[in-house]
C-alpha cells in the first residue's frame, strides 16, 4: 500500500513560483513511476509531469519550460517546482504513484493523494 500527501498549494499572482510537495509512504516494486496531475472547476483530470523511478521524466505540452518534476528518495518525497504560472494553472494538483512505466494517463495511476489547491491570479 502507498499512501501519498500533497503540501505546499496557495495562492500566488501569475508569473509567480510555488512548489509543491509529496511525502510517500510505503513502496513500489519493480519499475515505477510517480506523477502530478490537477483538475480544475469542471474539467476533467489531466497529466502534467512524471518521474520514472530511473529519473526519466515527461511533461505536458502546458507546463514544457514552466514546470519541473524531481524526487528526493532518500526523503520518500516528490517535488513539482511550478515556476512563470499563469491563471489558467489554478487547479486542484494531485500526486499520484503506479507500478509500471512512465505516463500521463489518469486511468493507469492506482495511489492518489487527497490533492492540494493552486490559485493563480492575473
Known amino acids: 500500500q502507498v499512501r501519498l500527501a500533497e503540501s505546499g498549494g496557495g495562492s500566488v499572482q501569475a508569473g509567480g513560483s510555488l512548489r509543491l510537495s509529496c511525502a510517500a509512504s510505503?513502496?513500489?516494486?519493480?519499475?515505477?513511476?510517480m506523477g502530478w496531475f490537477r483538475q480544475a472547476p469542471g474539467k476533467e483530470r489531466e497529466g502534467v509531469a512524471a518521474?520514472?523511478?530511473?529519473?526519466?521524466?515527461t511533461y505536458a505540452d502546458s507546463v514544457k519550460g514552466r514546470f519541473t518534476i524531481s524526487q528526493d528518495n532518500a526523503k520518500n518525497t516528490l517535488y513539482l517546482q511550478m515556476n512563470s504560472l499563469k491563471p489558467e494553472d489554478t487547479a486542484m494538483y494531485y500526486c499520484a504513484a503506479r507500478d509500471g512505466y512512465c505516463t500521463l494517463e489518469v486511468l493507469r495511476y492506482n495511489y492518489w493523494g487527497q490533492g492540494t489547491q493552486v490559485t493563480v491570479s492575473s
Open positions: 518521474i520514472g523511478s530511473h529519473g526519466a521524466t
Open positions: 510505503g513502496y513500489l516494486t519493480g519499475p515505477s513511476c
